[in-house]
């Protein structure tokens, strides 16, 4: 199961975010935080709570991190410490924090499209199935 973090406050559409778990659920994968596809008005402590909970259930966190958010990188440090796998993704040309390109264990993949991030993504995961 994947734990997907995707930017939300910044976003007024959600189509990348749909397309982006439509990709990982494309590599049968499970998604736990399937709520990255539309705003949610939820009450912001359920929402920390409700986060760290699927986050805990899953086996890996998969983040794209080619904007700035403030809680994709709590979701990705409480992987992290949590001793989860931790896929990074951004596009080419995207400015990601050095703390985010420092974090020891962590696969990043670097893509100029959806079609692209999907092809890195499978050989990712395959190789990680091979390892289990």
Avoid: Q
Avoid at 90 to 110: D, E, H, K
């Amino acid at each position: 199961m994947a734990y997907v973090a995707l930017p939300m406050v910044s976003r007024g559409d959600f189509s990348f975010n749909r397309e982006y778990v439509r990709v990982i659920e494309s590599l049968g994968l499970e998604v736990a935080s399937k709520w990255v596809t539309s705003w949610d008005d939820a009450d912001p402590r359920e929402v920390f709570e409700r986060d760290l909970r699927a986050i805990d259930a899953c086996d890996v966190l998969v983040a794209d991190v080619s904007e700035p958010s403030h809680g994709v990188g709590m979701e990705v440090m409480y992987a992290y410490l949590r001793g989860k796998r931790v896929v990074l993704t951004a596009r080419r040309g995207s400015r990601v924090s050095r703390m985010l390109l420092g974090l020891p264990g962590a696969t990043l993949i670097w893509y100029g499209d959806l079609r692209e991030l999907w092809e890195k993504l499978r050989r990712v995961v395959r190789a990680e199935r091979r390892h289990d």
